[in-house]
């Protein structure tokens, strides 16, 4: 990401030195289940999602211990605070796009965990129809990581990194997996462009960042969705000949502008 770390910590961006996907997965069926069990149209603060896996035990948690485990991990991934714009705007496309889910959790949950950001320099170029297997994923994080991982962390976290972009839409199989193209949507276009937004891209630049990579489509398709998103007011997207403004004023309050303000 090229704009400063620091700031776009405040919108809820991550930069763990290793990430989640150490342990987990993305964990779309878990996240799916605890945003159905705690409504963003209930106004939820923080402790309500802390609540409803811990003490609700909305996901069906066997032990207390992994209860805390599974918290722990869905913090570290979605934040799961609506103060923090990142999360603020997943739940707004959530509820208005679910067939946009899978990619708005991997977008999220790309902004938030380094390992998972580094996958993506394997997987992404990749042709549609490749294999991707486990020793692969191993190969690549190896090369990438210089020897930091035992063979047998190198196989889990290769595990974990290719289940997360199966669960995107990016690879499909169980044992023998191949590169897919992710459905791009409406809903996640939008929250793609938001993320670049954030991290200082403008106009048509917004349609290259790697938050525009993870859609897995054309910038000119990426356009015609954001058009569509215009339309049911999701986001304001106007284009004048080759010249494109796109802004979010349901979603960035006044005092995150402020903060945008500063970074420009």
Not at 153 to 161: I, M
Not at 175 to 191: E, I, L
Not at 222 to 234: P, T
């Amino acid at each position: 990401m090229a704009a400063d770390k620091d700031p776009l910590v405040r919108f809820g961006f991550a930069f763990p030195d290793g990430g989640p996907h150490l342990s987990r997965t993305i964990m779309l069926s878990e996240l799916s289940q605890l945003l159905e069990y705690v409504p963003s149209d209930s106004n939820p603060r923080p402790a309500d999602y802390s609540r409803a896996i811990v003490e609700g035990n909305c996901l069906g948690k066997r032990t207390d211990k992994n209860r805390l485990i599974t918290r722990r991990y869905l913090l570290e991934l979605y934040a799961l605070n609506p103060d923090l714009l990142l999360f603020r705007a997943l739940l707004y496309y959530w509820q208005r796009d679910p067939g946009g889910r899978p990619l708005l959790a991997m977008l999220c949950a790309y902004a938030r965990d380094n390992l998972l950001r580094r996958s993506a320099g394997f997987i992404l170029p990749m042709p549609l129809g490749a294999p991707v297997n486990r020793q692969l994923m191993e190969k690549f994080l190896d090369d990438l990581y210089s020897g930091r991982y035992s063979p047998g962390k190198l196989a889990s976290n290769a595990k974990n990194l290719n289940s997360s972009w199966t669960q995107s839409g990016h690879l499909s199989g169980r044992t023998n997996k191949v590169r897919t193209k992710a459905m791009a949507t409406p809903g996640s276009v939008s929250y793609a462009l938001l993320l670049g937004f954030l991290t200082g891209a403008r106009g048509s630049f917004l349609f290259q960042t790697e938050f525009a990579k993870l859609l897995d489509c054309s910038p000119g398709h990426a356009m015609d969705l954001a058009q569509e998103a215009s339309q049911k007011g999701w986001l304001v997207c106007k284009r004048v000949g080759d010249v494109i403004e796109v802004l979010f004023p349901n979603l960035i309050n006044q005092q995150e502008m402020e903060w945008l303000r500063e970074q420009s």
